[in-house]
């Protein structure tokens, strides 16, 4: 693979999982990891070991405070869940996942949830896609790291089989900081204007308003339109 998707994991809670992310990683030639709000210290002496020295992968890892940062500088995010959420988005198979990345120009990144909950609405409701591993229905939560090993391996093993046609149309996908200096805007604007008349249900409605955004693979000039927009209704 010439280019791979970035790993994203999101308030890991076990140092162990780290190890063992990065060991499944560098598997299947994926180096490129970020961490959201993690809930030990990279230094934790547990990490190491069981890497099995895959230390390119953490000696690179990149760390943010919020999950909006972390996904700044990507076109396309998919999420990774087991779990049947409120939101209803978009599902993507490995191969749509490989058209993504084959793409030169494209960034594209894997979201993992923490090993209790995973992801919850507000993580999903950035995401463009979601993508589901095929389990026992009746025995379907993967340990993160498993979960992370299993799709790599799938997506090097469609790369290493055929070449995958691409059929995207080179439109400059806007990247997330894009869509979420639009959804601060919008957000800002729909207070002022008391759109949301119960406030305990904001959270929620403006989930709800973001994934009808997210369906649409808008570009970054249509994403300013929108910006302009609501700028020039508000005077």
């Known amino acids: 693979m ?6 994203i994991l999101v308030n890991t809670q ?28 990279l230094k934790n002496e547990k990490i190491i070991p069981v890497s099995a020295g895959a230390d390119i992968v953490l000696k690179k890892t990149k ?22 959420r409120a939101i209803k988005k978009k599902q993507i198979s490995l191969e749509g996942i490989v058209k993504l990345i084959s793409s030169q120009t494209n960034f594209v990144a894997l ?10 609405n507000e993580h999903i409701s950035l995401c463009d896609y979601v993508y589901k591993i095929d389990t026992n229905p009746k025995f379907s939560s993967l340990n993160l790291s498993h979960a992370v090993t299993i799709i790599c391996n799938k997506i090097h093993g469609i790369f290493k089989k055929s070449k995958v046609k691409i059929n995207l149309a080179n439109n400059k996908i806007a990247k997330k900081n ?4 639009f959804y601060n805007i919008l957000e800002k604007s729909l207070d002022e204007s008391n759109f949301f008349k119960v406030k305990e249900r904001k959270k929620v ?23 302009s927009i609501i700028k020039n209704v508000k005077k």
């Open 205 to 227: 409605i403006f989930q709800k308003i973001k994934n009808i955004f997210s369906k649409t693979e808008l570009t970054t000039v249509e994403v300013k339109t929108l910006i």
């Open 63 to 84: 760390i943010f405070n919020s999950f909006p940062n972390a996904i700044k500088d990507f076109h396309y995010v998919i999420g990774t869940t087991n779990r049947i």
């Open 14 to 41: 076990l140092p162990e999982n780290l190890g063992s992310v990065a060991r499944g990683m560098l598997n299947f030639n994926f180096k490129k990891l970020r961490i959201v709000n993690p809930k030990f210290s």
């Open 111 to 120: 979201v993992f949830g923490p090993e209790k909950s995973g992801l919850d």
């Open 2 to 7: 010439k280019k791979t998707p970035e790993i």
């Open 178 to 181: 894009d869509l979420i200096l």
